[in-house]
């Protein structure tokens, strides 16, 4: 009977210790341990939280309240499960709010709030982050390895996504902005961007080997610069939008793909150089962006810090292309807007 009622106490331990746990410490909101499923955290007042794990209240508004600093979440250090985690922040304000999700097959939605900072931090499964709240400094996502996802619907002062081995896909979705820049490092693997928002200054994308595909959606505008510097496989670019400033494309491969069309506008110098780059995807711009392109882990310092683009231009583009000039009876203000098709550039 003893022995009988040990099994049954250590067992109800053993399941009650896989569960995070939430306290509130200096003003920041401090969530860890190894979840027993989905962890949610919700803001229901002025500072004041509750946090479930898979549907069990861990802790409510009479504990989590007085939250005036960040947000820390620090789950699954040990154990590579999938964790799901989900912040609506419901109106609040936060400082920085950051998260640590280990190994796995990991997804993080955070919702109707602002951030002054965001750092997420993956490990080597597939990551999904969403970000639908306005972040006023910089929100610094590292996926890390695997297949990742991030889509970005608000707003973020900068930018600055590294990702690593596998095919990551980025999308700036249409209500999306970005009031400074984007820069996104992607590493190698078939990685896919699409930008359909709003820039306020320039978009970067890196791409290592694999078959990277940008796309700047009809509804994009990007302020200042694109720059891409897609590494070897067999890139595509297509641009459909509004680049206000140069438009460069840089990788590995002359028979890459950069396709724009009549109706898109780029306001600077159109640059095409396909099998100019010498390296393979890292940084050009070494001074200013420190770190290792692809490494996920660490390394973000400075992520979101680019204010400029120029990486001592390779310049050295020939266009062997057909180029179709619009017609001149369609108002051309300071943009230049062609239609050349695909362009292929062979040597
Ligand atoms: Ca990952
Ligand atoms: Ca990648
Ligand atoms: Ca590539």
Redesign the pocket.
């Known amino acids: 009977m003893r022995a009988h009622r040990l099994s049954r106490f250590e067992s109800l331990e053993k399941r009650l210790a896989l569960a995070v746990t939430a306290a509130v410490t200096d003003g920041d909101l401090v969530i860890q341990g190894d979840a027993d499923g989905a962890v949610q955290i919700v803001a229901v007042g002025t500072g004041s939280y509750e946090v479930r794990d898979n549907g069990v209240l861990i802790a409510d508004s009479t504990t989590l309240t007085g939250v005036t600093d960040d947000i820390k979440i620090n789950i699954d250090k040990s154990a590579g499960a999938d964790n799901k985690v989900t912040l609506d922040l419901n109106g609040q304000t936060v400082d920085q709010v950051s998260v640590k999700l280990g190994n796995g097959a990991n997804t993080l939605d955070i919702s109707n709030g602002t951030v002054a900072r965001l750092a997420y931090r993956g490990g080597s499964g597939a990551d999904t982050v969403t970000l639908g709240s306005t972040v006023t400094d910089g929100a610094r996502i590292g996926l890390g390895d695997g297949d990742?996802s991030l889509t970005v619907n608000g707003t973020v002062n900068n930018l600055g996504v590294r990702?690593?081995?596998?095919?990551?896909t980025v999308t700036l979705a249409e209500t999306s902005s970005i009031t400074k820049n984007a820069f996104l490092a992607?590493?190698?693997?078939a990685?896919s961007v699409t930008a359909a928002g709003a820039i306020g200054r320039s978009l970067k994308v890196d791409?290592r080997d694999?078959n990277d595909t940008v796309t700047i959606a009809a509804t994009a505008k990007i302020t200042d610069a694109f720059f891409a510097r897609l590494g070897a496989g067999d890139n595509t670019v297509t641009h459909n939008g509004s680049v206000g400033g140069n438009f460069t494309v840089e990788s590995n491969n002359a028979n890459d793909t950069v396709t724009i069309a009549d109706t898109a506008v780029i306001g600077g110098t159109k640059t095409l150089g396909l099998g100019t780059q010498t390296d393979n995807g890292h940084d050009c711009d070494q001074g200013h962006e420190h770190g290792h392109v692809?490494a996920g882990q660490g390394g973000l310092n400075g992520l979101t810090g680019g204010e400029s683009h120029n990486c001592g231009n390779s310049g050295t583009t020939t266009t062997t292309t057909t180029t179709t000039t619009t017609s001149a009876t369609k108002p051309v203000p300071s943009v230049v807007a062609t239609r050349v098709g695909t362009l292929r550039l062979r040597r």
Do not use: I, Q, R, T
Request: proline share 0%.
């Open positions: 990742n990702g690593g081995a596998g095919a990551d992607l590493g190698d693997g990685n791409g694999g692809g």
